[in-house]
């Protein structure tokens, strides 16, 4: 008569591939997790609403950025941030803010994979490039700053 383990023995031999194989993807992915840190959460991200608590004027903007750059001088030489108030958000390294730009370019209709910094989304609209950027700062300070007539 057989003993068990001599049993279990003969079965895990015949069975060497199919552990072999196990092992190797148990490998495989433990190499992929460390090499590209938190993929699932990264993919994820992009199903999830945008952050709702973020609302009205919205500009997005990248580190090293040359056209964004020019928006942020015309901002601090217009005294913008003191007319009227607007959330800044900066994109680099910051997979949720870039979610809530791809959110932002797909509500007017365009690829977020083609949309560039400067982005300004007004509440309703999108507005490309640091010029168009520049002008819609323009119009809105005239438009908060301009003081009604009063008659006399």
Not at 25 to 37: I, M, Q, R, S, T
Not at 55 to 63: D, P, Q, T, V
Not at 121 to 137: A, E, K, P
Request: charged share 20%; with cysteine; hydrophobic share 45%.
């Amino acid at each position: 008569m057989k003993k068990p383990t001599s049993a279990l023995l003969s079965w895990l031999q015949k069975n060497r591939l199919f552990f072999l194989v196990i092992a190797a993807l148990v490998f495989l992915e433990g190499v992929l997790f460390f090499a590209y840190g938190d993929v699932p959460g990264t993919v994820a991200s992009y199903f999830k609403t945008s952050d709702t608590s973020i609302s009205g004027i919205i500009l997005f903007k990248e580190a090293g950025c040359a056209p964004c750059a020019k928006v942020d001088d015309f901002i601090k030489n217009s005294n913008i941030e003191q007319i009227f108030a607007f959330t800044t958000l900066e994109i680099s390294g910051s997979s949720k803010n870039v979610t809530i730009l791809a959110d932002k370019a797909q509500i007017c209709g365009l690829n977020p994979s083609d949309v560039g910094v400067p982005f300004l989304w007004d509440g309703q609209h999108c507005v490309l490039g640091y010029v168009d950027v520049i002008h819609f700062f323009e119009e809105k300070i005239k438009s908060v700053t301009q003081k009604p007539l009063i008659d006399s």
